[in-house]
C-alpha cells in the first residue's frame, strides 16, 4: 500500500507531498482508497460531502465501529500525516481476518477529505461539513489562491456540490470512531513508546492579520515618509512569539502574502496568518488578545490600518474517557495517554459520536515536512493495536 500511495502528488524538488483537495493527486489517492476497498470485498460509498467509506456489514445497521483518517497534505507535506491512519486501517482488518475474528458490529473505513485546508484555508471540511459545523453558505465562500470556489473545484473533479451539508443520519450510525495518526511531536520518543493514545486535542485557530500601508519607491521615499506595513508585520511576528512563550502556548504566523510584491516597491498591503494553540481556552485567549493587543500598538505608531479576522476555530476536545479507557484496557493498560495540538477528524466528528485517537512515535517530531518519519516496526506496532482495539470494539 506505502508502495503505491508513494509517487502520488510527490514533488520531484522538495521530496514533499501536494495533495490539494480536488485536484488530480487527490483524485488518484481517492482512486486508491476505492480500489483498496474493493480488493477487499468492502462495500465502497461517497458520502454527500465527499467522504469516502469502505463498509464491512450492514451500513445502515447502526453502532457501527469506524477508523480512518484522511489523503490530503499541507504544501509539501510527509508521507505519514493522514495516510498512516487509512493504510493502517486496511492493514488492521487484513490483520483481524488473518486471526480469524467474527464481527458482532459493522465496521467501516473512512476517507475525510480536505482534512488539512491547504487549499480553502479552513481544515477538516469534509468532516465539519458532516457534522454540521460548516455551514453550506460559509462552504460556497470558500476560495481557493486562484479564486477558484470548492463547490467549483468539486465539480471540476466530478461530484455534485449540490449535495453538501450536514449528515447527521451517517453521523448517528457510528458507535465509536478511533483515528489513528502519526505523532505530531515526540513525547513517545522521549518515554520510549511505540503507541499512545490522546487525551485532548489543545483548542486552536487561525487569524488573518491585513497590515494596510502605502506603496511607494524602495529608492527614492524618505525612511520617515514611510507607511510600511511589512514592519508592522514584523514586530506583531515578534511579538507572538514573546507571547506564547510567555504563556507556555505556541504562535507562528507561517502564510503571509504581499502587495504589490515588488523586491523594489514599500508595500501597500501585507496580509499574514496566524496559528495559535494552547492547552487550555484561557491560556490562548491571553495569548490572542497579548497579540493583537500588540499589532494594534505598532500599527497606530507605523500609520497603518489593520483588520484582525478570525478565520476558524476549533475549542478544546476532551476525548471521551469511557472509550479512551476502554482503549488502553484493551492494549494491556501501561500505555501513554498524551495530549496533542494538531487538529484531527476525530476531534470534529466527537461532538456527533465516541471518539478516541491513537498515535504512532515520531522518531524526529518532525511533521508537515519531507523530513516527517516513523520506522517501520512502529508503524506495525500502530497496526497491531489498531487491530486489538477494533477487535476489543467490534468482535466482542
Not at 488502553?328 to 478516541?356: E, F, N, Q, Y
Request: proline share 5%.
Amino acid at each position: 500500500m506505502w508502495r503505491d500511495l508513494q509517487p502520488i502528488g510527490r514533488h520531484p524538488g522538495s521530496g514533499g507531498y501536494r495533495r490539494y483537495a480536488w485536484t488530480a493527486a487527490d483524485t488518484d489517492c481517492r482512486a486508491w482508497f476505492k480500489a483498496q476497498a474493493e480488493a477487499r470485498g468492502l462495500a465502497f460509498e461517497l458520502d454527500r460531502n465527499g467522504n469516502q467509506w469502505a463498509w464491512l456489514g450492514d451500513p445502515l445497521a447502526g453502532d457501527a465501529v469506524v477508523t480512518g483518517s484522511h489523503l490530503d497534505s499541507v504544501p509539501d507535506g510527509g508521507a505519514f500525516d493522514g495516510p498512516l491512519g487509512v493504510v493502517s486501517s486496511f492493514a488492521a482488518l487484513d490483520e483481524l481476518r488473518r486471526r480469524g475474528a467474527e464481527f458482532t458490529r459493522p465496521l467501516a473505513i473512512t476517507n475525510f477529505g480536505d482534512e488539512e485546508g491547504a487549499r480553502f484555508g479552513l481544515a477538516c471540511v469534509g468532516s465539519r461539513l458532516a457534522a454540521g459545523q460548516l455551514t453550506v453558505d460559509k462552504a460556497h465562500e470558500l476560495r481557493d489562491a486562484d479564486g477558484v470556489s470548492l463547490p467549483e473545484a468539486m465539480e471540476r473533479a466530478g461530484y455534485d456540490p449540490g449535495t453538501i451539508g450536514p449528515d447527521p443520519e451517517r453521523l448517528a450510525r457510528i458507535g465509536a470512531f478511533v483515528e489513528l495518526h502519526v505523532e505530531q511531536g515526540r513525547a513517545l520518543d522521549l518515554s520510549g513508546d511505540p503507541v499512545g493514545i490522546a487525551s485532548a486535542i489543545w483548542p486552536h485557530g487561525r487569524w488573518r492579520f491585513d497590515f494596510q500601508g502605502e506603496a511607494n519607491h524602495a529608492g527614492t521615499t524618505r525612511l520617515d515618509d514611510r507607511r510600511d506595513p511589512m514592519l508592522t508585520y514584523a514586530a506583531t511576528v515578534l511579538a507572538a512569539r514573546q507571547q506564547a512563550r510567555l504563556a507556555g502556548a505556541l504562535a507562528t504566523f507561517g502564510k503571509i502574502a504581499v502587495e504589490p510584491n515588488g523586491v523594489n516597491a514599500i508595500p501597500s498591503l501585507v496580509r499574514g496568518w496566524l496559528d495559535s494553540r494552547a492547552a487550555d481556552q484561557g491560556t490562548l485567549d491571553t495569548v490572542i488578545a497579548g497579540i493583537e493587543a500588540a499589532a494594534h500598538e505598532h500599527a497606530e505608531r507605523d500609520g497603518i490600518d489593520l483588520r484582525i479576522t478570525r478565520e476558524s476555530f476549533t475549542p478544546v476536545v476532551e476525548f471521551e474517557h469511557a472509550l479512551r479507557d476502554e482503549l488502553g484496557a484493551l492494549l494491556g493498560g501501561a500505555i501513554p495517554v498524551l495530549g496533542t495540538g494538531a487538529g484531527h477528524d476525530a476531534g470534529i466528528l466527537s461532538a456527533s459520536a465516541p471518539t478516541a485517537m491513537l498515535f504512532v512515535r515520531n522518531p524526529t517530531g518532525i511533521s508537515h515536512s519531507p523530513a516527517e518519519n516513523a520506522a517501520e516496526d512502529d508503524c506495525v506496532a500502530g497496526v497491531v493495536a489498531l487491530a486489538d482495539v477494533l477487535e476489543g470494539l467490534a468482535c466482542r
